[in-house]
């Protein structure tokens, strides 16, 4: 087995995820390239486990395991977030989120236009 | 080239080409499946790797539960059917940044590893990931447990946001109607899922 293959898919799809984040303004799709990131770690975390003979056996898998429950807790809460937000926007596009406290009482139309 | 080789190669090439449209389309439901297929090209990836435990793993909850979670999200926001232009910002910065790091990684992983070759370990079976987990990562896991139970609390606050609204006022609930709401509130409990009347009609304009 040549480790060089899988990692080289892993780089090139943390690669894309990085793209994607700051690419996309839908929320949602956001979150879609954050999976493709913690994947492209996954996919190192196993293939070091493979190539890199640790004192403790399959620790690489044990972290791919636990990088998968994180990623489930965090699109859970991350997505009980981007509802509220269209909850109270009637929007999910990142760029018209307002950051400061008077921002959230005004309506979305002095926020839209600004925002592309 | 091993039989290994050929199948990493290939789930390799299906799992960056998927991951490539999942960041390019414009059609929000279809970027949802293309992710279904790059984590099933993961998943065989991992197979491959000896990983047999976290191939299946990743099978049940990313394929099974994630993706049902975003496509869930992608249609209560109301997604539009079809191709939709305003999904992506003009982006030389995100292509520059994304290729930079991709490709950065690519060349320092690949002068590192070479055309080295290494013999695949034992497979990581459940008995054996078990082990380890309960044997060496015993608090890790707690940790993780406790985790997911914070995650869950939180995902309940967040869906429900009366409950922070009270515990922020300090009063009874009887307060609630004299406190100046944000325009998504000032709706009664019915129409707590329709959006304000003028977002509506601005939203509608741009699209």
Excluded: K
Aim: glycine share 10%; hydrophobic share 55%.
């Amino acid at each position: 087995m040549r480790p060089v293959i899988p990692y080289v898919t892993a780089a090139l799809l943390f690669g894309l995820g990085v793209y994607g984040v700051l690419r996309r303004r839908n929320a949602v799709l956001v979150l879609m390239a954050v999976e493709l990131m913690l994947n492209a770690v996954n996919l190192i975390l196993v293939t070091a486990d493979t190539t890199v003979r640790a004192q403790l056996p399959h620790a690489g898998q044990v972290f791919a395991l636990f990088v998968i429950v994180l990623a489930a807790a965090e699109v859970g809460v991350g997505l009980a977030i981007v509802l509220q937000l269209y909850r109270l926007r009637a929007s999910v596009v990142v760029d018209e989120v307002p950051l400061d406290e008077d921002a959230a009482a005004e309506p979305v139309a002095a926020t839209v236009e600004g925002g592309r | 080239m091993t039989a290994a080789d050929v199948l990493l190669l290939a789930f390799g090439a299906v799992a960056v080409g998927a991951g490539l449209l999942v960041v390019a389309t414009r059609h929000l439901v279809r970027a949802g499946l293309h992710l279904v297929v790059c984590l099933g090209a993961l998943a065989g990836m991992f197979l491959v790797l000896t990983a047999e435990l976290v191939a299946w793993v990743q099978v049940l909850i990313y394929v099974g539960a994630v993706v049902v979670l975003l496509l869930f999200a992608v249609m209560l926001t109301r997604a539009p059917i079809g191709a939709s232009d305003d999904l992506d910002r003009p982006g030389w910065p995100a292509a520059l940044v994304g290729g930079g790091a991709g490709l950065g990684l690519t060349a320092l992983l690949v002068d590192a590893f070479r055309w080295s070759r290494v013999d695949l370990p034992a497979a990581g079976t459940a008995e054996r990931l078990g082990e380890q987990v309960f044997r060496s990562w015993v608090l890790p896991f707690e940790v993780l447990s406790v985790l997911l139970l914070a995650a869950l609390v939180g995902a309940v606050v967040l869906a429900r946001p009366e409950i922070g609204r009270r515990a922020e006022a300090g009063g009874p609930p009887a307060d609630l109607g004299r406190r100046p709401p944000p325009p998504a509130q000032a709706t009664g409990e019915p129409g707590r899922r329709t959006p304000p009347a003028p977002t509506r009609a601005d939203e509608d304009g741009r699209r």
